[in-house]
T-cell receptor
Framework: AAGVIQSPRHLIKEKRETATLKCYPIPRHDTVYWYQQGPGQDPQFLISFYEKMQSDKGSIPDRFSAQQFSDYHSELNMSSLELGDSALYFC??????????????FGSGTRLTVV | AQKITQTQPGMFVQEKEAVTLDCTYDTSDPSYGLFWYKQPSSGEMIFLIYQGSYDQQNATEGRYSLNFQKARKSANLVISASQLGDSAMYFCAMREGTGNQFYFGTGTSLTVIP
């Protein structure tokens, strides 16, 4: 079965550079979520999109922005990278249902290292 | 207040034995979902099991079962007949009502000993 596809799998950037992470949700999933997991930490919610509109916002820094495109894929843009941005970035997708569903599938993540 | 609490940073279990990973949650929303995910060293987040707040029976998925005690707000994961491949981080998570985000616990690192 098709899963959530994230690219790239690994990314190394220097401080103050920019990075773009991509996420391709499961077909027919129209809601996309981004999470950041620092080393030894639990995943922290960044932002979500439903039908190309931002639906919820978590602890996303102002240096980051994201959007969802007409084909439902999403991109997380990160500027002025800092060492502390080094983390595993997960994308997940789901159908727009409430609690009681488990159609919330994570991608394999993008490991960003800022040097 | 922490919405999901996992009090066991690390656990060891002998191969073929059962192990229980603890999870307590905090919510005032009557409708919520509880999830367990496995994260091996490779990093991907693998869905294991789900329990809805209105489900009458404990969820089971193969060797995984969820011991859901609603009054105590606990959702412990039981892994039966542990295998070496079960060694990983395990995260408990909750989604409230129609909310978008998951709240994760800090995880439990499980090591299965041969």
């Amino acid at each position: 079965a098709a899963g959530v596809i994230q690219s790239p799998r690994h990314l190394i950037k220097e401080k103050r550079e920019t990075a773009t992470l991509k996420c391709y949700p499961i077909p027919r999933h129209d809601t996309v979520y981004w999470y950041q997991q620092g080393p030894g930490q639990d995943p922290q919610f960044l932002i979500s999109f439903y039908e190309k509109m931002q639906s919820d916002k978590g602890s996303i820094p102002d240096r980051f922005s994201a959007q969802q495109f007409s084909d439902y894929h999403s991109e997380l843009n990160m500027s002025s990278l800092e060492l502390g941005d080094s983390a595993l970035y997960f994308c997940a997708s789901s159908l727009p249902q409430g609690a009681g569903d488990y159609g919330y599938t994570f991608g394999s993540g993008t490991r960003l290292t800022v040097v | 207040a922490q919405k999901i609490t996992q009090t066991q940073p690390g656990m060891f279990v002998q191969e073929k034995e059962a192990v229980t990973l603890d999870c307590t949650y905090d919510t005032s929303d009557p409708s919520y979902g509880l999830f367990w995910y496995k994260q091996p060293s490779s990093g991907e987040m693998i869905f294991l099991i789900y329990q809805g707040s209105y489900d009458q029976q404990n969820a089971t998925e193969g060797r995984y079962s969820l011991n859901f005690q609603k009054a105590r707000k606990s959702a412990n994961l039981v892994i039966s007949a542990s295998q070496l491949g079960d060694s990983a981080m395990y995260f408990c998570a909750m989604r409230e009502g129609t909310g978008n985000q998951f709240y994760f616990g800090t995880g439990t690192s499980l090591t299965v000993i041969p």
